[in-house]
Structures are given as C-alpha cells and as structure tokens.
C-alpha cells in the first residue's frame, strides 16, 4: 500500500524497486492529467487542456530530470549544426518548388 501523507511524503508498506515505483507514480499523474482533460465542456475546450497540460508536464519533467542529474544533457543530439542542417533541408525544398516557407509554430513540431 501507498499513502500521501499531508506533508506530501510518500510512505509504503513494502519495498518495491525503482521500475515499480516510477510506473505507479507515472500512472497517477497520467490519470490525474486525463481528468482534468475530461471535466472540460467541450471537446475544443478538452483539446486545449490536453495541450497545455502537455507543454507544462513535459516543462516540468525537464526540471526534474536537470535536478537529478545537473550536468547531463537532456537532448545530446539536438545541436546548433543539426537545427542549420533541417532549417537549410526546409529552405532548399521550398526553394525547389518556389513556394513560402511557414515554419511550424513552437508546439507544432
């Protein structure tokens, strides 16, 4: 059994190893996060919650993650060459066809 005391601790009754205890507190949060989403009216109203929940979840386990391990870098691959290289593949497609370029807005990706 797990209980949430008042001060926010958590206390268990038996041990569990890590892959146990991250999965039930995962799907906590997961089932938290889908109720907020479905105590929304309407469905336009369910989607923006969705999202925004979203943004902040993933901002938020960002965090938590650079708190555990300060010095590790969260997305080694994502460089300043690699970014150049997929914004110059985007210009010379656009290029290629004479079109404008839009550029996906920030949540788009």
């Known amino acids: 059994m797990i209980c949430v005391m008042e001060d926010g601790r958590i206390v268990q009754n038996e041990p ?4 146990e205890m ?3 507190l995962l799907n906590a949060v997961l089932n938290m996060l889908k ?4 105590i ?4 336009e109203e369910k989607k923006a919650c969705a999202e925004e929940l979203y943004d902040m979840f993933n ?13 590790k870098e969260l997305r080694p691959d994502l460089t300043a060459e690699a970014i150049m290289e997929k914004e110059n593949e985007i210009l ?3 290029a290629e ?13």
């Open 59 to 71: 901002i938020q386990a960002s965090v938590l993650l650079q708190n555990l391990i300060p010095d």
């Open 92 to 94: 010379d497609k656009a």
């Open 97 to 109: 066809t004479n079109k404008v370029v839009e550029f996906p807005k920030k949540n788009e990706e």
């Open 16 to 19: 569990m190893d890590a892959q």
């Open 22 to 24: 991250s999965g039930i």
């Open 35 to 38: 109720y907020f989403v479905s």
């Open 40 to 43: 929304q009216e309407t469905e």
